[in-house]
T-cell receptor, first 114, second 114 residues
Framework: DGGITQSPKYLFRKEGQNVTLSCEQN?????MYWYRQDPGQGLRLIYYSQIVNDFQKGDIAEGYSVSREKKESFPLTVTSAQKNPTAFYLC?????????????FGPGTRLTVL | KQEVTQIPAALSVPEGENLVLNCSFT??????LQWFRQDPGKGLTSLLLIQSSQREQTSGRLNASLDKSSGRSTLYIAASQPGDSATYLC?????????????FGTGTRLKVLA
């Protein structure tokens, strides 16, 4: 079963806690992305990675951190420094080598701060 | 700075009607434009990808057009069905960013009434 998996589907965080969202893909895509979606707003880019061991900040990286140790995995940590983390988080992939480059998305993780 | 706008924000139509969703972007320097569908609480599903050199793409009852010079794309849905009810988002990949970033619109929420 190919595709992108995100876990958990729902996540609850207490004030001051760090939490990590998982994103795994078996599409053999080089690039991976993390987006945040809030009601009434478009998707906003948090971090992206084009290759293993390399990643760049997106438009709203403050309070978040990532790692890319394997091609298949791109976990996102929401730290206590992120003041308003309640949102829907989406992971996406994209193949870099093909000229026909299309983004594919995972099912998302809904994070709620208690 | 590239901006993507989708108007209207919401649309209700009776079943069977043909409809057009609009996507406008401010900078014509793009690699491609992608249309997505999002069901409530779910990830994004890719519908159509139009390269900058293309004028349109078709998949089943869906047809997407691209007019770079005017900064517009339309998604045409023929013979709409209640199962088409979802939020439709468009995204462009600018050439000027020098990265693999995408800019998303805020979406059009479509409801097809039985």
């Amino acid at each position: 079963d190919g595709g992108i998996t995100q876990s958990p589907k729902y996540l609850f965080r207490k004030e001051g806690q760090n939490v990590t969202l998982s994103c795994e893909q078996n599409l053999n895509h080089d690039a991976m992305y993390w987006y945040r979606q809030d009601p009434g707003q478009g998707l906003r880019l948090i971090y992206y990675s084009q290759i293993v061991n390399d990643f760049q900040k997106g438009d709203i990286a403050e309070g978040y951190s990532v790692s890319r140790e394997k091609k298949e995995s791109f976990p996102l940590t929401v730290t206590s420094a992120q003041k308003n983390p309640t949102a829907f988080y989406l992971c996406a992939t994209r193949t870099v080598s093909s000229s026909y480059n299309e983004q594919f998305f995972g099912p998302g993780t809904r994070l709620t701060v208690l | 700075k590239q901006e993507v706008t989708q108007i209207p924000a919401a649309l209700s139509v009776p079943e069977g009607e043909n409809l057009v969703l609009n996507c406008s972007f401010t900078d014509s320097a793009i690699y491609n434009l992608q249309w997505f569908r999002q069901d409530p609480g779910k990830g994004l599903t890719s519908l159509l990808l139009i390269q900058s050199s293309q004028r349109e793409q078709t998949s089943g009852r869906l047809n997407a057009s691209l007019d770079k010079s005017s900064g517009r794309s339309t998604l045409y849905i023929a013979a709409s069905q209640p199962g088409d009810s979802a939020t439709y988002l468009c995204a462009v990949r600018p050439t000027t960013s020098g990265t693999y970033k995408y800019i998303f619109g805020t979406g059009t929420r479509l409801k097809v009434l039985a």
